[in-house]
């Protein structure tokens, strides 16, 4: 299973980007996929997950109100739709899929494949 991330780039403060990650495959690769981020020097951190099935949604209290996680499941893509972004938005962004339940949702161990990363940075 291959995730590829993409969408990352430079932006202003209090604009928008929307992120991409498209598996090379659904069936074998989880039943939910999530996106970390992760700044220089600090640790990996749990942004939001989708269930592929029913679309529930769970996410960081950074991203509430701010980040919109989505599916298309025809395409085999998870979308992070980034909004009113700040310089402490700034990192490395990874997708990632896992078979976890809800509970487990913000441990990145419990996801087994991941993207590349895509860099994201916000200027002020």
């Known amino acids: 299973v291959q995730l590829q991330a993409s969408g990352g780039g430079l932006v202003q403060a209090g604009g928008s980007l929307r992120l991409s990650c498209t598996a090379s495959e659904r069936t074998f690769s989880g039943n939910a996929m999530g996106w970390f981020r992760q700044a220089p020097g600090k640790e990996r951190e749990f942004v939001a997950t989708i269930k592929w099935s029913g679309g529930f949604t769970y996410y960081a209290d950074s991203a509430k109100g701010r980040f919109t996680i989505s599916k298309d499941n025809a395409k085999n893509t998870v979308y992070l739709q980034m909004n009113s972004l700040k310089p402490d938005d700034t990192a490395v962004y990874y997708c990632?899929?896992?078979?976890?339940?809800?509970?487990?949702?913000?441990?990145?161990?419990?996801?087994?494949?991941w993207g590349q990363g895509t860099q994201v940075t916000v200027s002020s």
């Open positions: 990632a899929s896992t078979w976890g339940v809800m509970s487990s949702y913000r441990d990145a161990n419990v996801y087994r494949y």
